[in-house]
């Protein structure tokens, strides 16, 4: 595959056979700036079985026990947060870079035992891992480890950030409705992600459990300035893809639609990803179709009297992971953020 860029940078990939792990290596396999050498997975696997032959030539596969005999210059983990808090300080020990798509290396303040089920042993690490929700917080060409956000945190932070930066929302009046497509849950098999039992469902789970919810709280106050105690409900859609937030609260007395409509104008106005209208003059940026299988972000909005209703969609896979994972990666080593992500993808 020819690229662009003369050196072109080599990646790898642990955990490539799961949905996060596929779609980044689709958006590698068409980059011009990074050379895909590895994949690796816990078991024996063929890529180009998974994605095609397309592309996929020259492409190692191994298992996850080699990964450290066969570093690259970037490695993305698409692995669940206790394995990437084993396999990511000793990749970076080895000089190497790391996008973790997990949540290992996301929350600053909170309780990971609580959150996600284990302690937390690398506070090193933590505090110099960058949290790259793009494009609010961009990592330099000298970050080491990247912290991935979550698919619900991403999709939620980029449509509160700007109502509580400039002050637009009773932030105590806030409330999220969160729904994603069935891969949102992962590869692993569970009854309750059989096609049977989520087909024409609309399933709420991890009610005041989600772990995403620190996360969510944790950015809004760094890039927004504010606290916020959201009630914050995540649930299962009979769709395969896509994320569909709802976030409805109070608008300060004194503030109107045209307010927040140049908000979000003034907040994303260099981010080519981000699409934003009024819900009534643009209603097509509602439908999940416009955005799955790309790496955008549409947010719509609508008032009545005081009540702010706002609409934030994107693919789970995507901007909630892969896409944005790859933004990282372009800016670590100096690449535009979108640099692969708008070239190749069914035009909206």
């Not at 608008?251 to 927040?260: F, H, K, S, T």
Request: proline fraction near 3%.
């Amino acid at each position: 595959m020819m690229h662009k860029y003369r050196n072109a940078v080599t990646a790898s990939i642990v955990g490539a056979r799961g949905y996060s792990g596929l779609e980044t290596a689709k958006i590698l396999l068409r980059h011009s700036g990074f050379k895909l050498t590895h994949a690796f997975a816990t078991s024996t696997f063929d890529l180009s079985a998974l994605l095609g032959s397309e592309g996929v030539k020259g492409v190692v596969c191994l298992n996850d026990d080699e990964l450290m005999d066969n570093l690259t210059d970037v490695v993305f983990l698409a692995t669940p947060a206790e394995v990437s808090l084993k396999l990511a300080p000793q990749i970076l020990s080895a000089g190497k870079k790391v996008v973790d798509l997990s949540g290992a290396f996301r929350l600053k303040k909170s309780d990971y035992a609580r959150w996600y089920g284990f302690d937390h042993h690398e506070p090193a690490w933590l505090e110099r891992a960058h949290f790259g929700l793009v494009p609010w917080a961009q990592p330099k060409l000298e970050t080491r480890l990247v912290a991935n956000p979550g698919c619900f945190a991403t999709a939620v932070n980029m449509a509160l950030i700007p109502l509580l930066k400039d002050s637009l929302i009773e932030a105590s009046s806030l409330v999220i409705d969160a729904k994603s497509g069935a891969t949102g849950a992962g590869k692993k098999a569970a009854e309750n992600l059989l096609f049977t039992e989520v087909q024409g469902e609309c399933l709420p789970y991890k009610i005041g459990k989600h772990q995403h919810e620190p996360e969510i709280g944790e950015a809004a106050e760094r890039f927004g300035g504010q606290v916020i105690d959201a009630h914050f409900t995540t649930s299962l859609l009979g769709a395969r893809r896509g994320i569909i937030v709802g976030l409805y609260a109070r608008l300060r007395e004194g503030v109107d639609l045209a307010q927040v409509e140049e908000a979000y104008r003034r907040a994303y106005a260099n981010y080519p990803l981000m699409r934003t209208a009024q819900a009534e003059q643009e209603p097509q940026l509602l439908q999940l179709k416009k955005v799955v299988g790309t790496a955008r972000t549409h947010i719509t909005f609508a008032a009545q009297g005081s009540k702010l209703y706002v609409f934030s969609c994107l693919d789970n896979l995507m901007k909630g992971a892969a896409s944005q994972a790859v933004e990282n990666a372009n800016l670590l080593f100096g690449y535009p953020a979108e640099t692969g992500l708008t070239d190749w993808e069914a035009m909206i």
